[in-house]
Structure formats: structure tokens, C-alpha cells
T-cell receptor, first 112, second 116 residues
């Protein structure tokens, strides 16, 4: 069964304290892995798409990497405004579909 | 460029009623997917529409249905509401590559449905 697991569930950091979020997946043929950020009461905001092992994408203080079994979202010198829930999703491999399978998310809190 | 819009933003219904939610995708996007988000189950796929056709359906009962219009706008309907249907319903649109699998999905703000 296709599955996405994120860890940790929650993470508290001090401003400037770098860390990484993990997303492990089991799918029969990855067609795309996506990272989203979600603020309370809002829809997920697209961050990155990764398609193949070894691929990396960067945006401001965020960097996403991909291996054959997991993806990491590295946060460098985070600021309080980076506080949010970060969601990882994989595109379902079967058929011609846009179905995304999401992990439960990591809730990040950055304290000043 | 306007993002995905969803109406209404908030809705309160009672058990047994039915509800219709609306989603307008980003201009030019032809694929619309719907998700249910709850604290316990997270984000779960409901269904996807492309060119007015349902392309895939998640594991939800038949009370959940949807449709897409020729302008790509989509609606989802939930009949005979249950307390467990209380959730944030999210719509996402994407621009399929040459009619193939969707790539990045862009989400709307969601409709918060409360069933009493």
C-alpha cells in the first residue's frame, strides 16, 4: 500500500537553530514528491516538487532533497515566520491521475 | 494571477442535510482535485476531475459526489450529512502536461464544514 510517513510530528526550534524534517515513503514507482506549507485555517501552499533521487530544490531558508526512500526538508536559520505545518505528499503511481497521498505533517514552531 | 477560490468559506449544517461546495480553479488549469482534511485522518483524496470527467476517486462513500463544468469550475456535494463529515474541504487545481498526469497542485483556502 502506498504510504507517506513524516517525522517528527512536532518540532520546536529557537530562531536561528537549523534542523531537518523527514518524509519517508513507500510507493510502487515514484512520479513526484511534493512539499507544502500550511498555516492555521488556510489551504496548503506549494513549496517544491522533486522527481528523482538526488534532486535538490531551494527556496530562501528551505532546501528539499530526495533519495529513493525519503525526502528531507532542511530549514536553515529559521525565523518565527517559518512556523507552520509542513506537509509531504507523493503522486499516486497508478494510472493517469492527480491523486496525492499526504503524510500527517510536521508542525514547526520557531521561537524568537 | 488569481488563485484557487472556494465558496463558501464556512458552512454549518445539521445531520441529514446535504451541502454543495464550489471551487474555481486557476485560470487555464483543467484538473481539479478535492481533499478532506481532519485532525485525525489528515488530508485524504476525494476525487479528481479533468475535462468534465471524473478521473479518479478516493475511498469515500457514495454520499460524496462531484462534477466539473466546461469552464473547469467544480462542485462537490455531500448528501445525508453525518457528524463525521465535519472537516476542511480543500480544492486544488493543476495544469496537466499534455493531458497526462497532473504536476503541481495549487490549493484554495478551503471550506470549513461543521455538521451539528
Amino acid at each position: 500500500e502506498d504510504q507517506v510517513t513524516q517525522s517528527p510530528e512536532a518540532l520546536r526550534l529557537q530562531e536561528g537553530e537549523s534542523s531537518s524534517l523527514n518524509c519517508s515513503y513507500t510507493v510502487s514507482g515514484l512520479r513526484g514528491l511534493f512539499w507544502y506549507r500550511q498555516d492555521p485555517g488556510k489551504g496548503p501552499e506549494f513549496l517544491f516538487t522533486l522527481y528523482s533521487a538526488g534532486e535538490e530544490k531551494e527556496k530562501e531558508r528551505l532546501k528539499a532533497t530526495l533519495t529513493k526512500k525519503e525526502s528531507f526538508l532542511h530549514i536553515t536559520a529559521p525565523k518565527p515566520e517559518d512556523s507552520a505545518t509542513y506537509l509531504c505528499a507523493v503522486q499516486a503511481p497508478s494510472g493517469n491521475t492527480g491523486k496525492l497521498i499526504f503524510g500527517q505533517g510536521t508542525t514547526l514552531q520557531v521561537k524568537p | 494571477k488569481a488563485g484557487v477560490t472556494q465558496t463558501p468559506r464556512y458552512l454549518i449544517k445539521t445531520r441529514g442535510q446535504q451541502v454543495t461546495l464550489s471551487c474555481s480553479p486557476i485560470s487555464g488549469h483543467r484538473s481539479v482535485s478535492w481533499y478532506q482534511q481532519t485532525p485525525g485522518q489528515g488530508l485524504q483524496f476525494l476525487f479528481e476531475y479533468f475535462s468534465e470527467t471524473q478521473r479518479n476517486k478516493g475511498n469515500f462513500p457514495g454520499r460524496f459526489s462531484g462534477r466539473q463544468f466546461s469552464n473547469s469550475r467544480s462542485e462537490m456535494n455531500v448528501s445525508t450529512l453525518e457528524l463525521g463529515d465535519s472537516a476542511l474541504y480543500l480544492c486544488a487545481s493543476s495544469l496537466p502536461l499534455r493531458g497526462g498526469p497532473s504536476n503541481e497542485q495549487f490549493f484554495g483556502p478551503g471550506t470549513r464544514l461543521t455538521v451539528l
